[in-house]
């Protein structure tokens, strides 16, 4: 199994940013899917979730009304649309998939994780 995260970079405050998560090895369309973030010196923390069916999302308060997460089970793969970034939104970000659709279920695997920084 592999999630394979993308579209981290360099953004300045204010901007916006779509990470990608792309899975193989397994069929998300019965899985809740997730992102979390882990800044230095934090714990990792959990940003957004999706139902497997996308019915059912969640979202970390710090973020809520900037970040939408999608997801596209036809093509295997979760999106996170990040705008009106701000330099506390720095982090390596983690894509993962839950054990079953709901997103309490979330961590069973893991990406590899992909940068944002948010700076000017």
Do not use: H
């Amino acid at each position: 199994v592999q999630l394979q995260a993308s579209g981290g970079g360099l953004v300045q405050p204010g901007g916006s940013l779509r990470l990608s998560c792309a899975a193989s090895g397994i069929s998300i369309g019965f899985k809740a899917m997730g992102w979390y973030r882990q800044a230095p010196g934090k714990q990792r923390e959990l940003v957004a979730g999706i139902s497997n069916g996308g019915g059912s999302t969640l979202y970390a308060d710090s973020v809520k009304g900037r970040f939408t997460i999608s997801r596209d089970n036809a093509k295997n793969t979760v999106y996170l649309q990040m705008s009106s970034l701000n330099a506390e939104d720095t982090a390596v970000y983690y894509c993962t998939s839950g054990r079953s659709w709901s997103t309490q279920s979330l961590g069973d695997y893991w990406g590899q994780g992909t940068q944002v920084t948010v700076s000017s």
